[in-house]
């Protein structure tokens, strides 16, 4: 009877790993998959602030002095809560430094 039962132990002990190790692997994916997703919206954010300096430069013949402008006259929409967007204008003829990160996050 403890032949039986050590192999109970054994293959109840092997069963405990692999599930630990299914349960670990699911995590990191989701955890890649959540990482990539956030960077794929920032990018959009990004985009989005570039081709609303653009379309500005393109009607008016510079780029705006900050972002509060393409926000009234270009429409520009994003979630002022998520991201913060660093728009360096240097000259008004001058394309800006436009860098977007996640609040909270180190990214400037």
């Not at 039986?4 to 790993?17: D, K, S, Y």
């Not at 809560?81 to 001058?94: E, M, Q």
Request: with cysteine; proline share 2%.
């Amino acid at each position: 009877m403890s032949k039986e039962r050590g192999g109970f132990i054994r293959g109840l002990a092997l069963t405990l790993c692999v599930f630990t190790l299914l349960f670990a692997g699911a995590w990191r994916l989701l955890s890649y998959v959540g990482s990539a997703s956030q960077d794929a919206q920032t990018a959009m954010v990004r985009d989005a602030v570039h081709s609303a300096a653009l379309t500005c430069y393109a009607v008016e013949g510079c780029y705006p002095e900050d972002v509060d402008y393409l926000r009234e006259h270009y429409g520009l929409r994003y979630d002022q809560t998520r991201y913060l967007i660093h728009y360096d204008a240097f000259a008004s003829n001058i394309m800006p430094d436009i860098r977007v990160s996640v609040r909270g996050e180190s990214g400037l």
